[in-house]
């Protein structure tokens, strides 16, 4: 046996039962033979760096590896949950609401493209966007509905084709 190998053996019998009482201390049974072992092959590949007595040195290490397991953890749990939502909606549906939406939109003239952009993409209130575009209140809130008159009109199609269509006459308020 070299010198590593009787030293590493000698720091795993002295200091290996109470690294895994710190881990089960802080994570469970369930976690604490795998966070024990990743602490004692870091042990391995550093042993230059382990100082003695072994022991805090160690607990550091374990502490660590816990703090990057729960990292991990969180990341999956994030995943997941991201891939639930997708799985939940039926991003086809999305997908051909949102192209009905754009067609509709892009087929309107350029004034009321602009009038439905500056209030619902913008979020101005029908006054701010009468400034915006240089008339009265009143005026654009004439502009306004006909706009949505005509963009309705325009997603009727995609409505007859099965398509869920926004009310965004409502939304837009």
Not at 66 to 71: G, I
Not at 96 to 119: C, Q, S
Not at 136 to 147: G, I, K, W
Not at 152 to 172: D, I
Request: with cysteine; glycine share 4%.
């Amino acid at each position: 046996m070299t010198d590593d190998s009787q030293r590493f053996t000698g720091i795993y019998d002295e200091c290996r039962q109470r690294v895994w009482a710190y881990v089960v201390s802080r994570a469970g049974r369930q976690v604490a033979d795998e966070v024990v072992s990743e602490t004692f092959a870091i042990a391995w590949r550093r042993l230059d760096d382990v100082p003695d007595p072994a022991l805090p040195w160690l607990l550091g290490v374990a502490r660590n590896v816990l703090r990057d397991n729960v990292r991990a953890e969180v990341r999956r749990e994030a995943l997941s949950a991201e891939l639930r939502s997708w799985t939940e909606s039926d991003v086809a549906e999305q997908v051909a609401e949102r192209l009905g939406v754009l067609k509709a939109l892009a087929e309107l003239p350029e004034d009321d493209r602009e009038t439905l952009i500056l209030v619902a993409w913008q979020g101005l209130s029908p006054r701010e966007a009468a400034r915006v575009v240089g008339c009265s209140p009143a005026t654009f809130r004439v502009r306004l509905h006909r706009a949505r008159k005509r963009f309705q009109q325009g997603l009727e199609p995609a409505a007859r084709a099965g398509a869920r269509v926004p009310n965004l006459s409502e939304e837009w308020t």
